[in-house]
């Protein structure tokens, strides 16, 4: 079975077969290719995201979606391969296009990264800080961020997404 996802403008989102995901009709990636001596180091960045996306995968309290997102945008510098092989990827293709197409974060990352913050934050005001000093910068910190994450979407709003089904 197959979808085809259409923007509210009519625009031609991606085609999608079960949770594989073609990139073929969906290069609208706005960053510039990298300077060539700069490619292999990108390259190497993004690995690095992804294998630290990987590890959060299935550690708790580290994120996985901004290791991915900061692969897709080192990718898209340096290897449409590579670039094209995040998206279609099984388990992180969804959570990297989902971010890239509608700017959501999945209900659990929020939970997972606003208690994780207010864990660490507790963890210093009642065993490492002598003084306010140090969790009142990270109060600063991490507010907004928790702020920020709060305030995108979870899902796709249906007025984004129109999904007609196609039969093989």
Known sequence: ??????????????????????????????????????????????????????????????????????????FARSSKRFHGWLYGHKYFGPVVSNWDNHRIIPKKAKIMAVSMMSLS????????????????????VMLPAAIYILTRASEIPEAELVRIRVRD
């Open 1 to 74: 079975m197959k979808f085809i996802e259409y923007g509210e403008n009519g625009s031609h989102i991606a085609i999608m077969s079960e949770n594989k995901i073609n990139l073929e009709h969906m290069d609208r990636c706005p960053v510039p290719e990298a300077k060539p001596w700069l490619r292999p180091v990108l390259i190497f960045f993004g690995w690095f995201c992804v294998a630290l996306g990987a590890i959060g995968a299935i550690t708790p309290g580290i994120p996985t979606t901004v290791f991915l997102i900061m692969a897709a945008w080192a």
């Open 121 to 140: 934050l507790a963890v210093v005001v009642l065993f490492i800080a002598k003084t306010w000093m140090l969790p009142l910068i990270m109060a600063g």
